[in-house]
């Protein structure tokens, strides 16, 4: 979860104040930015660098990310004109450097790579808000509303993100993570009519692939059972649920996978804290195949590296398993 960022010095000083779309489109620092935390901690798996507004802006969408706000669209979607500017995402055309980025950072990697995008509705949200939402009212209005128009918003963004994903795979990505981070904000019913069905054609359109899909959201808890059934090898699970209670509402080990799910905040706390806090998700686990120890959520900018290394470190050495 964002092994590379603001939390890495290395990191602060290659980009510098380069903007982080025009460093995506760089191949050679995309490769560099996603072996750096490598160089550092004994990670499973590497997480590809680059940014879920990529495939956007690709496709023409005016959208810049602005230090302190994130994602800002200039010309937000709410409307069937703004929505025909959406067109299929041509991987080879439109996203060459993020696949040559992946090409490059196979020739260094001995261990898995995780590609990823945005989820549908996560992007349809920046798209219609314009920018970050605390509550995506505007797209929840559009959404319960305007059934046509978001039927025809999320198709689109089914044709910009399906490609992506399949390049990524195709370009060495061995496992690939969907990021529907907002998805939280939606009510069980609402989810099931306006989203599973779109997610549920991005999952369907990667069979055939043989490349495990993780399938992830905040503030999902109420959402877990719809999640498991749009799709996906993993499912995550954020630090509100308790990891055992959560993998019950998809179905039980039995069922699928999980990852999660030790709170960002944690790292910020004191190592002792780390380490009860790190125990509990595991004791939660109880050794059961399927769980990928994870954080709940993006590592937070002011967390010390060195307490991430160190977190890594027990969770090998607490989980007896072969890596």
């Known amino acids: 979860m964002r092994q590379a960022g603001r939390y890495l010095p290395e990191y602060r000083r290659l980009r510098g104040d380069r903007d982080i779309l025009e460093t995506c489109r760089d191949p050679a620092q995309v490769a560099e930015l996603t072996l750096q935390p490598l160089r550092r901690m004994d990670v499973d798996a590497a997480v590809l660098f680059s940014d ?3 495939p956007l802006a690709a496709v023409g969408v005016p959208v810049r990310i602005e230090a302190g706000r994130g994602p800002l669209v200039d010309e937000p979607v709410r409307d069937t004109r703004g929505i025909s500017r959406l067109r299929p995402l041509e991987p080879e055309a439109d996203v060459p450097h993020v696949l040559e980025g992946i090409r490059l ?3 260094e990697l001995d261990r898995p790579l995780i590609g990823f995008a945005g989820g549908p509705f996560t992007l349809a949200s920046y798209l219609v808000e314009g920018g970050p939402s605390r509550d995506q009212a505007r797209t929840r209005a559009m959404m319960l509303s305007s059934p046509n128009a978001w039927d025809s918003l999320m198709r689109a963004l089914v044709g910009v993100l399906l490609p992506h994903l399949r390049a990524q795979a195709g370009a060495g990505a061995d496992a690939l993570q969907l990021f529907d981070s907002w998805a939280g904000a939606l009510a069980p019913d609402d989810y099931d009519r306006s989203v599973l069905p779109y997610t549920r054609s991005i999952v369907d359109g990667l069979d055939g692939l043989d490349v495990p899909l993780i399938h992830f959201g905040v503030g999902t808890g109420e959402l877990l059972p719809s999640m498991a059934r749009a799709g996906g ?24 996978a999980v990852q999660g799910n030790l709170d960002p905040a944690t790292l910020l706390a004191s190592w002792d804290v780390v380490e009860t806090a790190a125990q509990r998700v595991l004791d939660r686990a109880a050794s059961r195949d399927g769980h990928v120890f994870n954080l709940g959520h993006g590592v937070l900018p002011a967390t010390p590296p060195e307490i991430v290394g160190r977190l890594v470190d027990l969770v090998h050495e607490r ?5």
């Open 52 to 54: 879920i507004m990529v």
């Open 105 to 107: 950072v196979r020739k």
């Open 233 to 256: 090898d993993v499912i995550g699970i954020d630090w509100r649920t308790p990891l055992d209670v959560g993998w019950d509402r998809i179905g039980g080990p039995a069922s699928r």
């Open 319 to 323: 989980t007896e398993r072969p890596r």
